[in-house]
């Protein structure tokens, strides 16, 4: 079988982390790349022996890909997806979905309009982690969820600021930058949320934009939810620094960010330790858990993610990350923003 030809537009991390991805899959090979004409971005394409086009549609017109992937700054998400999807071209779009919330809602209405093929790429989300967790809540082994409690913490080197002036300042902060991820991972682990409520602090870093984070979440099926955001924090307790997902990070195996209690056990991630009442026993803070640690096989999800787009783009199968997740990840990030700003519970179940 043919391998699927894939165009990445933008050639920064985000694009070269895909284009590695690419180079290593025996699904799909590296079209070409659509970047702006710089020496830095032309000298990317010859190094991987591929034309670079300048547009979307200049690179339509004259190659026509199976599928482009959208690796560029989120102001031009919405434009060049409606591009796309007017050649009627799968997408796989980086999150977020869009820069705001107007621009989100208007594409994922097109989307929905025209059955476009569009994978928003919450990468975590193929993680097998997630999946053997969300199957052991879904099998009943926890009972109803109460609680969880989540944390993202770490801490960001003085060069990432310099680096990134743009970080110091409103937009730049961890609820808008790092907080998407989490929000993804906490709707398919416990469900949709319909209440966000949040606190934040600049104390620590003296920026113009929060380093610290609480959060307390309400979610449709009645579990409460608090997750801790600091990226000033000397802590390994963030998904980053426990999962191993990017051998960049360093690991701390017995280090868990997340622990999803319910009626009838708690599961904590990524150890992947469960305890719960055996069978036959009576559920009582005298009654000693049965443990088990749940197995799953470490592959990477950003190499599933590519995958699964290859089935997208062949019809096989429906995305796994909709465009409406993507808008309702944002939503709820921009909500949580909003809270701590208005110090009011804000209500996101539409």
Not at 51 to 63: A, G, K, L, Y
Not at 172 to 185: C, F, K, T, V
Not at 264 to 279: C, E, N
Not at 306 to 326: E, K, M, Q, Y
Request: negative net charge.
């Amino acid at each position: 079988m043919n391998k699927l030809r894939i165009a990445v537009v933008g050639v920064g991390l985000g694009g070269q982390i895909h284009i590695k991805r690419i180079k290593n899959s025996s699904e799909v090979i590296l079209d070409s790349i659509i970047a702006p004409n710089r020496g830095a971005n032309i000298e990317i394409a010859a190094k991987e022996g591929v034309p670079i086009f300048h547009t979307i549609i200049e690179c339509i017109e004259r190659s026509k890909p199976d599928g482009i992937i959208i690796a560029s700054p989120n102001q031009v998400h919405a434009e060049q997806t409606r591009v796309c999807i007017e050649a009627e071209i799968p997408v796989l779009l980086e999150k977020p979905i869009t820069s705001n919330l107007d621009e989100g809602r208007e594409l994922c209405d097109l989307i929905e309009r025209s059955n476009a093929k569009i994978l928003i790429g919450h990468h975590r989300a193929h993680n097998p982690i997630l999946k053997v967790a969300r199957n052991a809540i879904l099998e009943g082994r926890l009972g109803r969820l109460v609680s969880v409690v989540g944390s993202a913490q770490f801490y960001k080197p003085d060069h990432y600021f310099e680096d990134g002036p743009w970080r110091k300042v409103p937009g730049g902060g961890p609820i808008l930058i790092n907080m998407i991820h989490e929000i993804d991972n906490l709707r398919r682990l416990v469900g949709e949320i319909s209440q966000v409520q949040a606190i934040t602090s600049n104390s620590t870093r003296g920026f113009a934009v929060e380093d610290t984070a609480v959060i307390n979440i309400v979610f449709k099926n009645g579990a409460l939810g608090t997750f801790t955001l600091s990226d000033t924090a000397a802590t390994a307790r963030s998904w980053e620094q426990t999962t191993k997902e990017n051998p960049g990070y360093p690991s701390y195996p017995e280090e868990d960010c997340y622990l999803i209690s319910g009626t009838k056990g708690s599961l904590a991630i990524p150890t992947m330790k469960l305890k719960y009442y055996a069978d036959g026993t009576t559920p009582s803070w005298w009654t000693p858990f049965a443990e088990e640690v749940l197995q799953f096989s470490r592959v990477d999800p950003i190499e599933l993610q590519l995958s699964h787009f290859a089935d997208v783009i062949n019809g096989h199968c429906l995305p796994l990350v909709t465009a409406r997740d993507g808008y309702r990840n944002l939503l709820i990030t921009e909500a949580i923003k909003e809270s701590a700003k208005k110090r009011l519970i804000i209500d996101v179940s539409e």
